[in-house]
């Protein structure tokens, strides 16, 4: 691995366009043992090398099958869904669109080794950012374990698991939040999601979403308070976000 920044940046890049093209191109560069390196460098101390490995990564997520399974025994997800929870906001962004890519393509086997890894809670956590491409992307990856879900839950007769799962991390209470979303494509998925998965339950009025700051990658975010038996939810009236309204300058206006 090289030792100066600009000259791994400029090779990371040249590999992130070669993985761009079909499955052929994609399978020359795994070929030469670049998925070791890119598990170096999704860890590196400099963000920019981070998002353009992830970004790299999830070129190679969108292949095929074979190439998921090789970045699997790469041992690269794991890496990702850290970055998922910690990482700068463009980072986290490629990031997402990596596991998705697996959750889309990937073998029921493949799905299953993604929830076991822990995708499930960032996923929801990431409906909560004030950017419509990543919250679509995130539901994408939700709704493809659903489906996988719905096929298991259809074998053994019991229900699905990964619903129980969504529920459990609060991500049902965002999912039904972005039904008032002003971005019609994700309004609509989140709808279908509810409606398909989920059924026709009763709509929380108590759960109300607030505005805050993540202090560890300066992010706005929806955050969701916990109503005590009784009481409404804790947000102040000041950060009381409802669609249509402004916070911090921005609101809902992506």
Not at 33 to 59: D, F, G, T, Y
Not at 143 to 157: D, F, S, V
Not at 183 to 195: L, P
Not at 208 to 219: E, F, I, K
Request: some cysteine; overall charge negative; proline content about 3%.
């Amino acid at each position: 691995m090289h030792d100066q920044h600009k000259v791994v940046s400029a090779a990371l890049r040249a590999v992130g366009n070669i993985v761009t093209g079909d499955d052929q191109q994609t399978q020359v560069i795994l070929n030469c043992s670049a998925l070791m390196c890119l598990q170096h460098l999704i860890m590196s101390p400099k963000e920019s090398i981070r998002k353009e490995a992830c970004w790299a990564v999830s070129n190679i997520t969108a292949g095929n099958r074979q190439q998921i399974q090789s970045v699997i025994d790469a041992n690269i997800f794991p890496s990702l869904i850290e970055i998922l929870q910690k990482a700068e906001f463009k980072t986290r962004k490629e990031a997402v669109w990596a596991i998705t890519n697996a959750t889309s393509g990937g073998t029921p086997d493949q799905i299953r080794y993604l929830i076991q890894q822990g995708c499930i809670e960032p996923f929801c956590e990431l409906l909560t950012l004030l950017d419509a491409k990543i919250i679509q992307v995130a539901l994408n990856g939700l709704e493809n374990i659903l489906k996988l879900g719905e096929e298991e839950a259809k074998q053994t007769g019991g229900v699905n698991p990964y619903v129980v799962a969504i529920e459990e991390c609060y991500g049902l209470d965002k999912i039904e939040f972005l039904q008032s979303h002003e971005n019609v494509e994700i309004y609509q998925k989140a709808f279908d999601i509810i409606e398909h998965y989920f059924g026709s339950e009763e709509e929380d009025t108590r759960l109300a979403p607030c505005v805050s700051q993540n202090a560890a990658t300066g992010v706005s975010e929806f955050t969701f308070a916990t109503p005590s038996a009784g009481n409404g939810a804790a947000c102040d009236s000041t950060t009381m976000l409802t669609p249509g309204s402004g916070a911090g300058g921005g609101g809902f206006n992506f």
